[in-house]
């Protein structure tokens, strides 16, 4: 797709602001109101979904004119999807796919963000999307875990670059490898020969980088004759879940997030969690994993002449009410002595932690920002914990955490899990 096939749905936005809030259905009051990180901290309209689609169908119809201030507006925003899922609580009309496109064509146009491109320089040159240190499997050491681009498994582990390479974060691969090994799972991790699944380099709107990645990575899962992908991380679930069906590379490859796999694995009676754990928790439903997660819907044809946005054949559009949001929540009702109590922003509403869309990378201080309100809402809850299915949204949030001096703590599930078995 490029920006001119969104061209009716921005010029389709009326400014009503619906994607800077939760709908009023679906809140308890004005405190935890906003949707959309951006246009909360920047208080510009410019700033929201509306204001980019605006900005937009402007420069479709009278020529793009790259002033400091509007790539400011296009790379200051996590792509977190939340304007998207409410708009179209009322509306058919896309929003976060123009959006992404306004920034891949400022890509295609030389306007990128040099932090950003730095980034993606060492994807191209190490096929990591953080600094490597030692070698991508090193991690395994003494595990016992199996090659899978050599030996014959059931399911492949991707692991990730962040999960793989930051030492304050390969605690989450450990625990994944351990819980499957517990549950008796024939599976492997495909070690120095795993790459970046892509998905943050398409968030940063490196499209061509994404779509190396993705053909790096499916390559090597066709030739491993590998049928079950399990990630613990949300960005990679989304790149080979919906990105690769969306540019038709994921074929019939099973993708499932490490919380649905445990979710199955309890449920069929093959892992036990028998050790207590109490803690008084909030879950956080990371974005990629929750309404980004949800599947790809494929659709081809033609938009109706005349005033309405009228398609033939009708044109379904994805809401964000299909992600994976129940599997989490039954995984951690089934840890012993945790006490679920929910923020006021969940599932497809959920405030992002920040880390989208390579605003670490341009605007951490964003980013911080972002998730330290996230956190005061966690803490609205009364929580001890704050739990989430991410290594990308731990890390955030945990910044959050440190720059704020709250005493608030946060977990992976897997780490719940594991100490429960």
Avoid at 137 to 146: F, H
Avoid at 149 to 164: I, M, N, R
Avoid at 184 to 195: C, K, P, Q, R, Y
Wanted: hydrophobic share 35%; proline share 4%; charged share 25%.
């Amino acid at each position: 797709m490029a920006l001119e096939q969104y061209k009716g749905d921005m010029e389709m936005c009326c400014r009503c602001s619906a994607c800077k809030f939760i709908p009023m259905q679906k809140i308890k009051g004005s405190e935890f109101s906003y949707a959309c990180p951006s246009i909360a901290r920047y208080n510009y309209h410019a700033y929201s979904a509306g204001g980019r689609m605006n900005i937009g169908a402007h420069a479709l119809k009278n020529g793009m004119n790259y002033t400091p201030k509007l790539l400011d507006v296009v790379y200051n925003c996590q792509l977190c999807g939340a304007c998207g899922v409410s708009c179209n609580y009322a509306m058919d009309m896309e929003v976060l796919e123009p959006i992404t496109e306004f920034r891949m064509k400022c890509n295609e146009d030389g306007k990128t963000d040099t932090k950003l491109d730095k980034v993606i320089d060492g994807l191209k040159k190490t096929g990591s999307m953080v600094p490597v240190k030692g070698k991508r499997g090193d991690w395994a050491t003494g595990l016992k875990i199996k090659d899978a681009t050599k030996e014959k498994v059931d399911v492949l582990f991707h692991v990730g670059c962040l999960t793989s390479y930051d030492p304050a974060m390969q605690k989450l691969a450990k625990s994944i490898a351990a819980i499957l090994q517990k549950a008796g799972v024939n599976f492997g991790i495909a070690g120095d020969a795993e790459t970046c699944c892509g998905g943050r380099a398409y968030q940063m709107g490196y499209k061509d980088a994404f779509l190396a990645q993705a053909k790096k990575n499916m390559e090597m899962i066709k030739k491993a004759g590998v049928k079950t992908l399990v990630t613990g991380c949300a960005d990679g679930y989304q790149a080979f879940k919906v990105l690769y069906d969306q540019f038709d590379l994921k074929g019939d490859l099973e993708v499932l997030h490490i919380t649905e796999f445990i979710d199955r694995l309890i449920k069929a009676g093959k892992l036990k969690l028998n050790k207590k754990v109490n803690l008084n928790v909030t879950y956080h439903d990371p974005c990629r994993l929750g309404r980004l997660g949800e599947p790809w819907i494929h659709w081809s044809g033609k938009k109706i002449p005349g005033d309405r946005f009228v398609f033939d054949p009708p044109k379904e559009y994805r809401r964000g009410t299909k992600g994976i949001y129940q599997p989490p929540r039954d995984v951690l009702k089934s840890i012993p002595g945790v006490k679920l109590t929910e923020m006021t922003r969940i599932m497809d509403y959920s405030w992002c932690c920040g880390a989208g869309g390579g605003v670490t990378d341009s605007n951490p201080d964003f980013a911080v920002w972002t998730a330290q309100k996230r956190i005061e809402e966690a803490i609205s809850t009364g929580a001890e914990a704050l739990v989430t299915a991410c290594p990308w949204c731990e890390k955030t949030l945990n910044e959050a955490i440190k720059a704020s001096g709250s005493s608030l703590k946060v977990y992976d599930i897997v780490e719940l899990v594991e100490r429960a078995i």
